[in-house]
């Protein structure tokens, strides 16, 4: 796929597939183009050429909602989080799609609401629980910590009931407990909801041991892509991220 | 005639009462604060079909150009459709609301789809816009009685403070409405899309869509108060759709607070007996009423009525447990 803004290529021809169930990492320097790639990956910036196709069926182009109705979640790397909301109405929010009561059925309890509504609520507390936030359910996601906001994003993330989880750094802002205790975290929400897991992340020894295959992107290009081993030793790497020499 | 003997049976009480408060006086209440009291309520009304976008985030200021409609699809069934000799039967005006309603949906509909596409400032513009352009058009179109208007708009109630009958249930109902909406599925996506559009989208929340679907709802009850308000005033003409009415259900919600559906409700009513209020001061009042408003929105950016009010408020009881 490829991206431009105006002149600058932000992504370039860069291809790559992710097999199901697998956890992928996409590392590389400031700037390499990372999170563009989540962007077109999810929908919210088109590609300017190229195709994205998931389980067979191409969904280039398709706005963002109806990629997510798929089943890509995603995280962001600058939290975003319905921050005037408490913690479980973020997450109430996320089941949006997997309900479908209308607006009077929703105003005067009719049909399946009400008993959809007592399930949406169950599953909120249920996913907070999961992320260890079963306690601050109530309490407004601006005024959480860096790491619990990047829980809530996960928790919400998952509400989706998705098949693939693309996680844009979620160890940024953690202390090295947390960081450790997220690698565990995310091996164990894998097996539990079947997922497959693509994440961003800048922490080196986290996607070492975390992930089953590795694609580095250096100013858009993608330098290289295989198990975390040949990655390591990969001169190409090694020059991205330490300068070649000269 | 005596005075007491209007009152009723006991002269005695009646004769106390009116020395306290003689006829015309009593009258004159019931004929000035009648009017007021569901004045007040059309205009809370007014400021809650400006919060229904605002709750999915967007600045709407349409509301008159509906409100505008509604009146005259009132006015022109009353006066030239089903015109009715005596008292105008409660079952038309219900019909009325009906159609209003429709119609200002149909509206809604055509004009959201493509407006809704602006953001923020853009789209209030492009609101104001929209009821300019309504305002013109009735202005120059034959059926809407032009600058005159339509005049003898007739009435289904004995007097002003009779509409309560009407207005006082709307108000709940819409009240109540709105208060469950907040607290279901498609309000949860409202609110998702006002927080933050692009994260909603993400959630697999369709931004268009709902915007869309809360502008129609604001839309809708703009168009059904405004066939009430036909028949409340008798006369309708295009200065009711007008760039100040977009200001003044405006500022229902932004004084009131826009972060619950009581706030545009207190806005409108107290907004609208504020100028009421102040009558003692004549002149003066139109510049304390502007002086209060600007303090208010410097000193209560959020509102009268923040949603942290109410959160207080049942904090309390469960600590008192």
């Given at each position: 796929m490829t991206r431009?803004?105006?002149?600058?290529?932000?992504?370039n021809e860069v291809s790559f597939d992710v097999t199901s169930g697998e956890i992928f990492g996409l590392i590389g320097p400031n700037g390499a183009g990372k999170t563009t790639m989540f962007n077109l990956m999810t929908g919210l910036t088109p590609p300017s050429s190229g195709n994205l196709t998931y389980e067979g069926r191409n969904i280039t182009g398709l706005p963002p909602y109806k990629i997510a109705q798929m089943g890509l979640a995603r995280t962001f790397q600058n939290i975003r989080l319905f921050g005037n909301l408490s913690a479980l109405e973020n997450v109430k929010i996320s089941q949006?799609?997997?309900t479908?009561?209308?607006?009077?059925?929703?105003?005067?309890?009719?049909?399946k609401s009400k008993s959809e509504e007592q399930e949406v609520e169950h599953n909120a507390f249920e996913l907070l629980e999961l992320v260890g936030m079963g306690d601050k359910a109530q309490d407004k996601a601006k005024n959480f910590s860096y790491g619990d906001q990047r829980r809530l994003e996960i928790a919400r993330a998952l509400a989706l009931k998705p098949k693939v989880l693309l996680l844009d750094e979620p160890a940024a802002g953690m202390n090295p407990n947390e960081k450790g205790a997220l690698s565990d975290f995310i091996r164990m929400v894998r097996e539990k909801f079947d997922l497959t897991v693509i994440l961003i992340e800048h922490h080196v020894p986290l996607v070492m041991g975390l992930c089953d295959r590795i694609a580095v992107l250096n100013f858009g290009q993608l330098i290289a892509l295989g198990n975390p081993s040949s990655v390591a030793h990969d001169p190409a790497v090694i020059e991205a991220y330490l300068g070649g020499d000269e | 005639m005596p005075a007491g003997a209007f009152y009723g049976q006991d002269p005695t009480k009646q004769n106390?009462?009116?020395?306290?408060?003689?006829?015309?006086?009593v009258n004159d209440f019931f004929n000035q604060y009648g009017f007021l009291i569901v004045q007040m309520m059309l205009q809370a009304l007014l400021g809650l079909s400006t919060y229904l976008p605002l709750m999915a985030g967007q600045l709407s200021l349409a509301s008159p150009g509906f409100y505008a409609l509604g009146g005259y699809i009132a006015a022109v069934i009353s006066t030239k459709v089903l015109p009715v000799s005596g008292m105008y039967p409660v079952q038309?005006?219900?019909l009325e609301m009906l159609i209003a309603g429709v119609a200002s949906a149909v509206l809604a509909v055509i004009v959201g789809v493509p407006a809704l596409r602006l953001r923020g400032i853009y789209l209030a513009l492009a609101t104001i816009a929209f009821v300019e352009i309504l305002r013109v058009v009735s202005l120059n179109l034959e059926i809407t009685g032009g600058a005159v208007g339509i005049f003898g708009i007739p009435q289904p109630f004995q007097n002003s403070l009779a509409y309560a009958l009407l207005v006082l249930p709307l108000l709940l109902i819409v009240m109540f409405f709105v208060y469950r909406l907040e607290r279901s599925r498609i309000g949860r996506a409202f609110i998702a899309?006002?927080?933050?559009?692009?994260?909603?989208?993400?959630?697999?929340?369709?931004?268009?869509?709902?915007?869309?679907l809360a502008f129609v709802m604001g839309a809708i009850l703009a168009g059904i108060v405004g066939a009430i308000s036909a028949h409340f005033l008798n006369t309708w003409n295009a200065r009711q759709g007008t760039f100040d009415a977009s200001i003044n259900s405006l500022a229902y919600v932004l004084i009131g607070g826009s972060r619950t559906f009581v706030g545009p409700v207190m806005g409108g009513?107290?907004?609208?007996?504020?100028?009421?209020?102040?009558?003692?001061l004549k002149d003066l009042r139109l510049i304390v009423n502007g002086l209060l408003l600007t303090i208010g929105a410097i000193y209560?950016?959020?509102g009268l009525i923040t949603p942290e009010l109410f959160k207080r408020g049942s904090g309390r009881k469960a600590g008192k447990k």
């Open positions: 431009r803004f105006g002149g600058l290529i932000a992504v949006h799609v997997h479908g009561s209308g607006v009077w059925a929703g105003v005067l309890g009719l049909g | 106390e009462l009116a020395t306290y408060f003689p006829k015309e006086t038309y005006l219900l899309i006002r927080e933050d559009e692009l994260a909603a989208d993400a959630m697999g929340i369709n931004p268009t869509y709902h915007k869309v009513l107290i907004l609208t007996a504020l100028p009421e209020i102040l009558r003692d209560l950016p959020q």
